[in-house]
């Protein structure tokens, strides 16, 4: 069976990973920075060594395609980004872009031409560290998102993310046509602990979980630390602290679905007054959607009656909600395949994290493959994934492209 050659995907992440290297271990290629051209750089030039034509387009994401028999068939794409977060690891992203790099290099070396093009992808700023929101270039070229909104972003230092592309050099002239796909194929690792936990070498996930967003207000009343008696008060801290407890404990009730409280800002903030204000965001998701339906509709009434018995008002803000993603039952079929094929462990999951492919798949047939995250760590120097599952994942991709090429 045709195999991909590990050790040259295993030297060419550590070459990418060198361009942002920190001392921690942990790589700092954000998008846009000097560090991410030379990434893009390194990047181009090994696509072209391999005969690819590259196109730019005006987001900054790169394509590359090699060619297959009928130019005219509807293409396959595969690929993932190559910015990182500030001192990220070096598999998140990197590892689908150089799979894809690697298996056309396969093809070539074996001989091999598909039915069809195969087109490798750099989505720019899937992070959304440097400038948010992430996934900006997969939501660009899917039309899911304007962009010159996107051109407007401005990092800390007030640079527009129009500025820096251009700067780099990666402000494309043309759109990338977003003609139909054949299918779309994104491998990356895990970022969470699962597939490590239990030994399994391949996730297939059936989709990206639905996450609703909330803001809370909850508005007691300032007053003296010392001279209020402890009956009468209305603690917004208080109502908060038990609100924070039941939602959390709410999402425990299910499986599936999580809940964080992230963010929390406390009014006058001071010793020794009592909080007469405290702001709070929620963050709920879930895979299953009467699950998270329920968790959201218990945590919204638990909040409402907490704050009335803490003699507070409150009032609950779901600003941002998106559906589930389901991914291409064909395709995921077609990896189970290629895993059953090279005797890989596999399982079917689904993506609590965002990715490229949540906008690609709107516009093509899309899957992911996943890889393990030793402890399930990411966006961590401590990242970290066995080579020979990074090996195992681009040849499940391969074959996987194969499968559906024909
Ligand atoms: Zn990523």
Same mark, same amino acid.
């Given at each position: 069976?045709?195999?991909?050659?590990?050790?040259?995907?295993?030297?060419?992440?550590?070459?990418?990973?060198?361009?942002?290297?920190?001392?921690?271990?942990?790589?700092?290629?954000?998008?846009?920075?000097?560090?991410?051209?030379?990434?893009?750089?390194?990047?181009?030039?090994?696509?072209?060594?391999?005969?690819?034509?590259?196109?730019?387009?005006?987001?900054?994401?790169?394509?590359?395609?090699?060619?297959?028999?009928?130019?005219?068939?509807?293409?396959?794409?595969?690929?993932?980004?190559?910015?990182?977060?500030?001192? +990220?690891?070096?598999?998140?992203?990197?590892?689908?872009? %150089?799979?894809?790099?690697?298996? $056309? &290099? *396969?093809? @070539? =070396?074996?001989?091999?031409?598909?039915?069809?093009?195969?087109?490798?992808?750099?989505?720019?700023?899937?992070?959304?560290?440097?400038?948010?929101?992430?996934?900006?270039?997969?939501?660009?070229?899917?039309?899911?998102?304007?962009?010159?909104?996107?051109?407007?972003?401005?990092?800390?230092?007030?640079?527009?993310?129009?500025?820096?592309?251009?700067?780099?050099?990666?402000?494309?002239?043309?759109?990338?046509?977003?003609?139909?796909?054949?299918?779309?194929?994104?491998?990356?690792?895990?970022?969470?602990?699962?597939?490590?936990?239990?030994?399994?070498?391949?996730?297939?996930?059936?989709?990206?979980?639905?996450?609703?967003?909330?803001?809370?207000?909850?508005?007691?009343?300032?007053?003296?630390?010392?001279?209020?008696?402890?009956? +009468?008060?209305?603690?917004?801290?208080?109502?908060?602290? %038990?609100?924070?407890?039941?939602? $959390? &404990? *709410?999402? @425990? =009730?299910?499986?599936?679905?999580?809940?964080?409280?992230?963010?929390?800002?406390?009014?006058?903030?001071?010793?020794?007054?009592?909080?007469?204000?405290?702001?709070?965001?929620?963050?709920?998701?879930?895979?299953?959607?009467?699950?998270?339906?329920?968790?959201?509709?218990?945590?919204?009434?638990?909040?409402?009656?907490?704050?009335?018995?803490?003699?507070?008002?409150?009032?609950?803000?779901?600003?941002?909600?998106?559906?589930?993603?389901?991914?291409?039952?064909?395709?995921?079929?077609?990896?189970?395949?290629?895993?059953?094929?090279?005797?890989?462990?596999?399982?079917?999951?689904?993506?609590?994290?965002?990715?490229?492919?949540?906008?690609?798949?709107?516009?093509?047939?899309?899957?992911?493959?996943?890889?393990?995250?030793?402890? +399930?760590?990411?966006?961590?120097?401590?990242?970290?994934?066995?080579?020979?599952?990074?090996?195992?994942?681009?040849?499940?991709?391969?074959?996987?492209?194969?499968?559906?090429?024909?």
């Amino acid at each position: 069976m045709l195999q991909i050659n590990a050790k040259r995907l295993q030297d060419r992440i550590e070459a990418m990973a060198a361009l942002g290297m920190d001392q921690s271990g942990g790589v700092s290629r954000l998008a846009l920075t000097d560090m991410d051209k030379a990434g893009r750089e390194l990047l181009i030039s090994w696509l072209e060594e391999l005969g690819c034509l590259i196109h730019i387009d005006p987001i900054g994401n790169i394509f590359a395609t090699y060619p297959g028999q009928d130019r005219e068939a509807k293409p396959i794409l595969t690929g993932s980004h190559n910015d990182t977060q500030p001192d +990220g690891g070096k598999f998140d992203g990197s590892l689908g872009v %150089l799979a894809g790099l690697e298996i $056309i &290099e *396969t093809l @070539k =070396e074996n001989g091999y031409t598909l039915s069809r093009d195969l087109i490798v992808v750099n989505w720019t700023n899937e992070e959304g560290s440097r400038f948010s929101p992430g996934c900006t270039g997969s939501a660009v070229w899917s039309g899911k998102i304007d962009r010159e909104k996107m051109y407007a972003l401005t990092d800390r230092d007030g640079k527009s993310m129009k500025q820096e592309l251009a700067r780099i050099g990666f402000l494309g002239e043309s759109d990338f046509p977003r003609k139909t796909f054949h299918a779309a194929f994104e491998l990356h690792i895990e970022q969470g602990p699962v597939l490590d936990h239990e030994k399994i070498t391949i996730g297939i996930p059936e989709g990206i979980v639905s996450p609703r967003w909330y803001r809370v207000k909850v508005t007691g009343e300032t007053n003296h630390a010392g001279s209020t008696p402890m009956k +009468g008060r209305q603690d917004a801290m208080y109502a908060f602290s %038990l609100m924070c407890a039941k939602t $959390i &404990e *709410t999402a @425990k =009730e299910f499986e599936t679905v999580v809940a964080t409280i992230g963010h929390v800002e406390t009014t006058p903030n001071s010793l020794n007054v009592i909080p007469g204000q405290v702001d709070f965001t929620i963050d709920i998701r879930g895979w299953d959607v009467d699950n998270t339906d329920t968790v959201c509709h218990k945590v919204e009434s638990a909040l409402k009656k907490i704050a009335e018995e803490a003699d507070c008002l409150v009032e609950i803000d779901r600003f941002w909600e998106e559906p589930r993603v389901t991914f291409d039952t064909e395709l995921m079929d077609a990896i189970e395949e290629s895993c059953k094929d090279l005797e890989i462990s596999y399982k079917r999951m689904y993506s609590g994290a965002n990715h490229d492919m949540i906008y690609v798949s709107m516009i093509a047939p899309g899957a992911m493959i996943f890889v393990p995250s030793i402890g +399930g760590k990411s966006h961590s120097p401590l990242e970290d994934t066995p080579y020979k599952d990074c090996a195992a994942g681009a040849n499940v991709l391969l074959h996987s492209i194969l499968k559906v090429s024909n």
